[in-house]
């Protein structure tokens, strides 16, 4: 059985549930607290050196590390439903929208980065909140003026089915939701948002569904 090692609030492990349920694939979970700091002991680094989450062990024992390598991974070995379009333009599109939200956003906010903040900058609980809110606005605004000007979009964020951006798009959005951003100025991510969560291998991979949501 393949095995997926995350934590339920993990934007990256998000991801990964989302594109295994997408794709109808069994898998079972395995939980590491983030919070207690179980991603660093022996062994959880035994699976990935970098101590973060997800990591994806296959059938076959092979490990896969980071979110969007392992999405890629099941798209590879299970095409359809795809979650990149066949026309490369297309592709680059969706990945290109993926990439914003996980490679700007998202490193940015990560709990590892709050903590640092937290505890070894000594920044008091508003201003790490800023910090927040200033990446999320600087990633979302031209991330919502992207979806609505450009003609790929259509009821999720390239065409009318989810692809990888949609994959990385709603694990963001419940992020910022959870630390209150302001989302109103955002009325095509939101709509394409709820449109995911519409579906059942959305509604699945949401945090407070896994075995380990506290």
């Not at 607290?33 to 699976?47: I, P, W, Y």
């Amino acid at each position: 059985m393949t095995m997926l090692y995350g934590y339920f609030r993990s934007s990256a492990a998000y991801r990964v549930r989302i594109a295994l349920n997408l794709k109808d694939l069994a898998y079972d979970q395995v939980p590491v607290n983030l919070v207690k700091g179980e991603q660093r002991s022996e062994t959880f680094r035994a699976h990935n050196p970098q101590g973060l989450v997800p990591a994806l062990v296959t059938d076959d024992g092979t490990t896969l590390t980071q979110s969007l390598a392992i999405c890629e991974y099941l798209e590879e070995l299970h095409p359809s439903p795809a979650l990149l379009p066949l026309e490369p333009a297309e592709r680059a599109r969706v990945r290109a929208l993926a990439q914003l939200v996980a490679c700007e956003i998202h490193p940015l906010n990560n709990l590892r980065i709050l903590k640092y903040l937290v505890h070894e900058l000594k920044v008091d609980d508003e201003a790490k909140q800023a910090w927040y809110r200033h990446w999320v606005t600087t990633g979302f605004d031209p991330l919502e003026a992207m979806l609505s000007r450009e003609a790929g979009s259509g009821d999720f964020c390239h065409g009318d089915a989810p692809t990888l951006a949609d994959v990385c798009l709603v694990p963001q959005v419940f992020n910022a939701e959870r630390f209150e951003c302001d989302l109103s100025t955002y009325p095509r991510i939101r709509r394409i948002a709820a449109n995911c969560r519409a579906l059942p291998a959305f509604q699945q991979a949401a945090p407070n569904e896994q075995p380990d949501a506290s």
